[in-house]
Each structure stands twice: as C-alpha cells, then as structure tokens.
C-alpha cells in the first residue's frame, strides 16, 4: 500500500470487506447532489481499464470531470464528462478550482510519465485532493474495486453488522 496507515476489515464479499475499509480509514461514501469523480488516468492502459469503470459510475449518478485525454477517452466511448484542466494549462475550468470549491466527491490520479510538467501537475493534484480532505485513488485495480464496491453497495443496500464468531465460523470450515 502506498499509504499511511493501513485498514483491514470483514465483509461477506471483498467488496463489503474493501469499503468497511475504506470507511473506517474516513471514507464517506458519497450520497445525495455531490456525488461526482475526477478521473485523471494517466497512460492510455488505465484509461482503458478504467472505461467500463467510468460507464458504471455514470449508471450510479456520479458526474465524471477527467482531464483532457481522459476526457477524450471517455468521449470515444460514449461516456459523457466534463473537461477540467490541469495546473499547467492554465485554462478554466481548472482542476484545482473544483477540488478546492467541494465539488468532487473522491479523485482517481493515476500518474501518466515521469517528465517535469506531468509529475507537477499530478503533484498539484494530488496534494489539493489531500489538504482538502478529498479521498484519493493513486492505483487503477484500487479504484476499479471501489466502482465494483459502490455498485455492489447500491445493489444490495447496507451491509449488516455480524458478530465476530460469524466470521470465525466460515473462516474454518474443512
């Protein structure tokens, strides 16, 4: 892990086990208006890994804001976004101005290439994202579970609290 601090937690499945840890780290899974992403994919192998991704998030409600080639991607694929720029373009809108304003719900930055300018920007990025509280994806299976989780969670509701011997119990079966 490339964190801090690490969670682990139980679940019926992986997914239920991935966002209780998420949630016990401060995640918020995000409900009602402002629930949205910034997708800054990096290479164009996450971006396509992240594709099927990106159209579930759009099934779920999520308003999807990419950064300039991941938001072409995601228009090649019928996928609607909304282009923000990144710091070194200084355009509006600027990526920087959505994180700082609450308008993005959690980040998905995957570093593009090593020169100067991208590793800036995703600096920038990903220390905005950090200073404001905003959850942050820096690995693509990472954030493709959390889509595959939030799907989950959406289909089948609340995860229920079980007692610990539950878990035990299944844990050694033969």
Same mark, same amino acid.
């Given at each position: 892990? *490339? ?29 009602? =208006? ?13 971006? +396509? ?54 308008? +993005? ?26 200073? /404001?509280? +905003?959850?942050? /994806? ?15 969670? =959406? ?13 035990? *119990? ?5």
């Amino acid at each position: 892990m *490339a964190s801090t601090g690490e969670v682990a937690c139980f679940g019926e499945s992986r997914y239920e086990a991935y966002l209780n840890a998420l949630i016990a780290a401060g995640f918020k899974i995000p409900t009602g =208006q402002i629930k949205s992403t910034l997708i800054s994919a990096g290479p164009t192998k996450s971006k +396509i890994a992240f594709v099927e991704s990106a159209k579930i998030l759009r099934e779920l409600g999520y308003m999807l804001y990419a950064t300039t080639k991941t938001h072409m991607m995601l228009n090649s694929y019928g996928i609607h976004s909304i282009l923000v720029h990144k710091p070194s373009e200084n355009k509006k809108p600027s990526v920087i101005e959505f994180l700082s304003n609450g308008k +993005i719900s959690f980040v998905v930055n995957i570093p593009e290439n090593l020169t100067r300018k991208e590793a800036s920007d995703g600096y920038h990025i990903r220390r905005t994202s950090v200073d /404001f509280g +905003i959850p942050l /994806f820096t690995n693509i299976k990472s954030a493709r579970l959390l889509v595959a989780a939030l799907k989950r969670h =959406q289909d089948e509701g609340e995860f229920r609290v079980k007692p610990w011997k539950s878990y035990l *119990a299944t844990a050694f079966r033969i």
